[in-house]
């Protein structure tokens, strides 16, 4: 089963509506949706601090600040 991680911390509007459009995309497609808070780790946080959030699928970056959707389907399409 592939894992999409959101790298996003708390209070960011572009997390939640991240999160909510990859929610919607595991009724279609199964996968891991995993949410890591970049504020509870130093090392993620100088990663990721101005391109949040950033979504991962199986550790390739896909996208930062924005979800592009139909890529996120595109690779998991490709991944069934």
Request: hydrophobic share 40%.
């Amino acid at each position: 089963m592939s894992q999409v991680t959101v790298y996003s911390k708390p209070g960011c509007h572009l997390c939640e509506e991240a999160l909510v459009v990859l929610q919607a995309l595991q009724g279609e497609f199964a996968f891991e949706l995993v949410e890591r808070d970049i504020s509870d780790d130093e090392a993620l946080h100088r990663a990721y601090f101005e391109r949040i959030p950033v979504v991962d699928l199986d550790g390739e970056e896909l996208c930062e600040y924005f979800v592009e959707e139909a890529l996120v389907r595109e690779r998991l399409e490709s991944r069934r």
